[in-house]
């Protein structure tokens, strides 16, 4: 399917959907069909003691949600990847989670870190100067939990697939996988890597590596960013195969590429590495149509995630925020679930 046929497809999205839970933030939401044939999301939650952002930095762990449908609402059923320690390099917080179902085995892409500093108290500030939150963000790595079962258990790798790599793009940190796991079990991967500036870190950007097989090893392709932030600022990309080669949808960071901030921009790719905008660049607005009839305009709308069954795209996923926009302006969140009509204009 091209890429192009996302933005005029989206229907109303069910109020009652998704997937939120008392008492939490909730991110970052990736939907797969069990082998029970119920639909299973796995999501980041962090109490709402801490701060939204960045809470998610010292105290996310992974859980598990289930519907009989794609649309939910989704009923939380357990956490899946706990904090385990600070000796282990996801052993304070798990994130970013991004599940594939291949062959029978389950593969949860997703980012960890860890600290060695006490945990943050109920009201207490841990904002971005904590050491807390600069330990954590500096330890961000991509990492892959692998079970037989979407139930589990999971089998956490001792270390991550993408450690950062001194005087490189991704010097700094990695995180926000966004695999493409082939046919043959070769994975594309995207991801998103900072750059150690001095003692400190510069821009956002995106890179990618490739693995024969998923269980790795991952090698980064490219020495310099495949998107260059100065063209083609985008966060939270998601990526899939095409009969061309490969699709994305995206966090246009920037507004400049699909027209709206914060909004979804679409690209498309022959071999991964090089990618241009669609024709028809924005993948989805912030304003959204409500199944009661009601349109809203989120103050967050990131983390985007497609269903596909039986090869297409049904239904796009995203973590979405309450407010005038910016995390610490957000009084709720959850993840909202948009269906997708099978050809534009129905």
């Given at each position: 399917m091209h890429a192009s046929s996302i933005a005029g497809r989206m229907l109303p999205a069910p109020r009652s959907g998704g997937f939120k839970m008392e008492g939490y933030w909730v991110w970052c939401g990736s939907v797969v069909k069990g082998e029970d044939d119920r639909f299973h999301?796995?999501?980041?939650?962090?109490?709402m003691t801490v701060p939204m952002h960045p809470g998610w930095l010292l105290a996310s762990e992974i859980v598990r949600a289930v519907s009989d449908t794609p649309e939910g609402p989704y009923v939380f059923q357990e956490i899946v990847l706990p904090a385990r320690g600070a000796e282990y390099w996801d052993g304070r917080s798990t994130h970013n989670p991004h599940i594939v179902k291949h062959n029978g085995v389950?593969?949860?892409?997703?980012?960890?870190?860890?600290?060695?500093?006490?945990?943050?108290?109920?009201?207490?500030?841990?904002?971005?100067?904590?050491?807390?939150?600069?330990?954590?963000r500096s330890n961000k790595r991509v990492g892959l939990a692998v079970s037989d079962s979407v139930f589990g258990p999971w089998r956490r790798s001792d270390a991550p697939l993408l450690p950062t790599?001194?005087?490189?793009?991704?010097?700094?940190?990695?995180?926000?996988?966004?695999?493409?796991?082939?046919?043959?079990?070769s994975v594309l991967l995207i991801y998103k890597a900072r750059r150690h500036e001095g003692n400190d870190f510069g821009q956002m950007t995106i890179g990618v590596a490739e693995a024969e097989h998923w269980s790795g090893p991952y090698?980064?392709?490219?020495?310099?960013?495949?998107?260059?932030?100065?063209?083609?600022?985008?966060?939270?990309?998601?990526?899939?195969?095409?009969?061309?080669?490969?699709?994305?949808?995206?966090?246009?960071?920037?507004?400049?590429?699909?027209g709206e901030k914060h909004g979804g921009i679409q690209a498309s790719s022959k071999d991964g590495m090089q990618w241009a905008l669609s024709e028809q660049p924005q993948a989805y607005s912030r304003t959204v149509r409500w199944?009661?009839?009601?349109?809203?305009?989120?103050?967050?709308?990131?983390?985007?995630?497609?269903?596909?069954?039986?090869?297409?795209?049904?239904?796009?996923?995203?973590?979405?925020?309450?407010?005038?926009?910016?995390?610490?302006?957000?009084?709720q969140t959850w993840n909202m679930v948009i269906p997708l009509a099978e050809s534009e204009g129905e």
């Open positions: 999301m796995f999501a980041s939650r962090w109490p389950y593969l949860l892409y997703y980012m960890g870190t860890t600290h060695p500093l006490p945990e943050p108290v109920a009201g207490m500030e841990c904002g971005l100067g904590d050491p807390r939150t600069i330990v954590a790599r001194p005087g490189r793009f991704d010097s700094y940190l990695t995180s926000n996988p966004a695999p493409c796991v082939r046919e043959d079990g090698k980064v392709m490219s020495e310099e960013p495949v998107f260059p932030p100065a063209e083609f600022h985008i966060e939270d990309p998601f990526i899939w195969q095409t009969q061309e080669g490969y699709s994305l949808i995206a966090k246009d960071m920037d507004g400049t590429l699909g199944d009661d009839g009601t349109v809203q305009t989120m103050g967050s709308m990131e983390r985007p995630f497609l269903l596909f069954q039986n090869g297409k795209p049904t239904h796009l996923f995203a973590a979405a925020a309450d407010g005038p926009g910016g995390f610490q302006k957000a009084s």
